[in-house]
Antibody, heavy 123, light 110 residues
C-alpha cells in the first residue's frame, strides 16, 4: 500500500526558505507511471496546488508560486522535496505531498496523500 | 484560469438524510478532469470520485458523482456519522497543466 509522509521544520522565519521532504513507501518515485506533487492548505482556507514533477524531469508549478518554488527528487532515498523561497506569513499552511494519477499525459486527480505537516512562518 | 464555486458553503443535515453538493465551473470542464475529495480535520484528503462519476477504490456506493460542462454534483445517500466533513471539488487543466480546487462545502450534523 502506497504511503507518503511529510517531514521538515514546523517554523520558518519570514524571508527565509521553507524546505520539506516527502518519503514514499510502498511504491517507487522512479516509476515512469506517476507524477508526484505538493498541495497546501492555509489555516481556514481551501486547498491550493503547488506543483508536480515526474522522474523523467518534467515539472510544472502553480503560476502564482513558480518564481519561488522548486521540487526535486532523491531517488536513492525514495524521497522528493519542496523548497519555497522568500516566505511570508501568507505561506503558513498545512503542506501535503500527494500522488497525481489518471493518464501520464494528464494526471487528473490525486489518489494518495500524506497526513500533512503544518508550517508556520513567523519571527 | 477556471474557477470552481461550491455551494452551499455549509450544509446541515441529519444522519440518514441525503446530501447534495454542487460544484460550478467558470467555463466548461471535461468530465474526465473533475474529482471530489472528503477532508476531515487533521487527516489527509480522501479521493472519493474521479472522472466526475467514478468512485475511487474502497468508496461506498452511497457516494455518487454526476454532471458535465459547468455543473457537477456530489450526492451522498443515507448519511453516516463518518460522512460529516468538508468536501472539495477539483479540476485539472491540460494547458497549461495545473489544478484548481473549489472553496469547499462543510457538511455538518444538524
Amino acid at each position: 500500500q502506497l504511503q507518503l509522509q511529510e517531514s521538515g521544520p514546523g517554523l520558518v522565519k519570514p524571508s527565509e526558505t521553507l524546505s520539506l521532504t516527502c518519503t514514499v513507501s510502498g511504491g517507487s518515485i522512479s516509476s515512469s507511471s506517476y507524477y508526484w506533487g505538493w498541495v497546501r492548505q492555509p489555516p481556514g482556507k481551501g486547498l491550493e496546488w503547488i506543483g508536480n514533477f515526474h522522474y523523467s524531469g518534467s515539472v510544472y508549478y502553480n503560476p502564482s508560486l513558480r518564481s519561488r518554488v522548486t521540487i526535486s527528487v532523491d531517488s536513492s532515498k525514495n524521497q522528493f522535496s519542496l523548497r519555497l523561497t522568500s516566505v511570508t506569513a501568507a505561506d503558513t499552511a498545512v503542506y501535503y505531498c500527494a500522488r497525481p494519477n489518471g493518464l501520464i499525459t494528464a494526471p487528473f486527480y490525486f489518489d494518495s496523500w500524506g497526513q500533512g505537516t503544518l508550517v508556520t512562518v513567523s519571527s | 484560469e477556471i474557477v470552481l464555486t461550491q455551494s452551499p458553503v455549509t450544509l446541515s443535515l441529519s444522519p440518514g438524510e441525503r446530501a447534495t453538493l454542487s460544484c460550478r465551473a467558470s467555463q466548461s470542464v471535461t468530465s474526465t478532469s473533475l474529482a471530489w475529495y472528503q477532508h476531515k480535520a487533521g487527516q489527509a484528503p480522501r479521493l472519493l470520485i474521479y472522472g466526475a462519476s467514478s468512485r475511487a477504490t474502497g468508496i461506498p456506493d452511497r457516494f455518487s458523482g454526476s454532471g458535465s460542462g459547468t455543473e457537477f454534483t456530489l450526492t451522498i445517500n443515507r448519511l453516516e456519522p463518518e460522512d460529516f466533513a468538508v468536501y472539495y471539488c477539483q479540476q485539472y487543466d491540460r494547458s497549461p497543466p495545473g489544478y484548481t480546487f473549489g472553496q469547499g462545502t462543510k457538511l455538518e450534523i444538524k
